[in-house]
């Protein structure tokens, strides 16, 4: 049973003539960690963009829990891959933003944010000013953030694209962690293939001009990584590796079908 | 792993740029420092030698002396402070109600296409003018009381404000606003949460303009038509040759400036702390 449904899906820039999406249909249900990965320019973004409200679809539905998507809501909570956060706040009160604009009483809301900082291991930082966190500090807290507003679906759009490798790696598995204590859907975005393939129950592959999918793929890392394997031994498992070079060459052969001009 | 060499280079990095940041601040003070006093030196060298009459440029004891009489006696019926006083009522309230109707103005130019196209024009028009030209019109309008000038000060502080506000909420960085809207935010809260903080720096910086133009003009106003204030006191003094008073209220008119400038900054870091910080 989906919970979040994309029928057909196409998107269009006003004043364009090329779409940046065609016909892109997609489910996600409960316990899935859908990412989608692709190059620049495949559309990704906007993708995420349509599911969260902020841009309207030229042709298709967005359903959530049967009901048309219209406009950004709280149900379907977004991570930025840049931050977002509101520098005039300290981090409890950007954690507890979204049910202060909910009308939460404060107490509430404080105690829920400590809960969310603490579930993102970031206990301790509640009075921190947000421009003395590092960057992997501040991902936690808009991942904290988007949580403690217990949305239906969490939405991620690069969240660890600006990061350092090593920052990079502890995210991901903290992100799986999350994931499995709150049993949120996550829809994610990426261009990293490796982090798509670690993460992802089920990855849907984008190529270029008009984005549209290429591939789908039903992975099991990620599950790997809950029942007690290392990261590291995940990664450096062959079957990781084999499933990461065929994506790989799949949005290689995917280039130079749609652009030859560009093999040169 | 080398983890016992990194942290004395990591310190070695940090430490150097501190120090000679720290040089170059105390220099660049130093140099302010000694530019004033060498300015005050010539002064005195010019008076004290006679190279200057004291009609044209009394020298800085006997404005100082000037001051103590005009601060306890007074000059033209008031005194110092209570020209002062006059001069600094005028521009607070002038101030008070700038800000009152300029900060709802520029976040309605900002935010609002139908506002933007209807006030835009207004201010864009006006704002160019200097006061001094449209000061006949509001002595015309209103008479020569305190009305007019608080309104030419008004006006002169208005436009600063109201298009740094609007630019400002222009310039509010778009992913923080779909951030709160994908928290359930409405227009009203996107306002208030968002937009408004956004925009502080920007308001504190149009405060800042208005304020230095406000100044000058008020001065400005009260060389023209008025019965107290610094700008009365210099120009009445500078009918009589009582150039001692005029160059003290010169100096006043400055320091007041300074203050307000200072106190601006001082404010502007007190409530924008994250401004210019990389967030």
Known sequence: MALLQLERISAQYPGATEPVLADI????????????????????TSLLNLIAGFVEPSAGQITLDGT???????????????????????????????????????QTREAR????????????FEQRRVWQLSGGQKQRVGLARALAADPRVLLMDEPFGALDAFTREQMQELLLQVWQRTAKPVFLITHDIEEAVFLATDLILLAPDPGQIVERLSLDFGQRYGAGESARSIKSDPRFIETREHVLAKVFSQRSATRPQERA | ?????????????????????????????????????????????????????????????????????????GYMDSTLWQHLAASLERIGLGLLFAVLTAVPVGIAIGANRIAR?????????????????????????????????????????????????????????????????????????????????SALPDILTGIRIGLGVGWSTLVAAELIAATSGLGFMVQSAAQFLVTDVVVLGILVIALIAFAMEMGLRALQRKLVPWHGQPH
């Open chain 1, 25 to 44: 249909s997609l489910t996600l249900g409960p316990k899935q960690l859908l990412v989608a990965l692709g190059p620049s320019g495949s559309g990704k």
């Open chain 1, 68 to 106: 048309p998507v219209k406009g950004p809501g709280a149900e379907r909570g977004v991570v930025f891959q840049d931050d977002a956060l509101l520098p005039w706040q300290d981090v409890l009160a950007n954690v507890g933003f979204g049910l202060e604009l909910a009308g939460v009483a404060k």
């Open chain 1, 113 to 124: 944010a400590r809960e969310m900082l603490a579930l993102v291991d970031l206990a301790g």
């Open chain 2, 1 to 73: 792993m080398s983890s016992y060499e990194i942290p004395a280079v990591v310190r070695d990095a940090t430490s150097k740029p501190t120090a000679s940041g720290l040089k170059a601040h105390l220099s660049t003070r130093w140099i302010s420092g000694l530019t004033l006093i060498a300015l005050l030196a010539i002064w005195w060298a010019v008076t004290a030698s006679g190279l200057i009459e004291p009609l044209f440029l009394p020298s800085p004891s006997a404005v100082l002396e000037k001051g103590w009489l005009l601060a306890t006696r």
């Open chain 2, 117 to 197: 196209g209807v006030l835009d024009p207004l201010i864009e028009f006006y704002r160019p003018i200097p006061p001094l030209a449209y000061l006949p019109l509001i002595v015309i309008w209103c008479g020569i009381g305190e009305l007019s000038k608080v309104l030419l000060i008004y006006l002169a502080i208005f436009a600063p404000i109201a298009i740094a506000t609007a630019t400002g909420v222009r310039t509010v960085d778009r992913a923080k606003l779909r951030a709160a809207q994908s928290l359930g935010a409405t227009r009203a809260q996107l306002i208030r949460h968002v937009i408004v903080p």
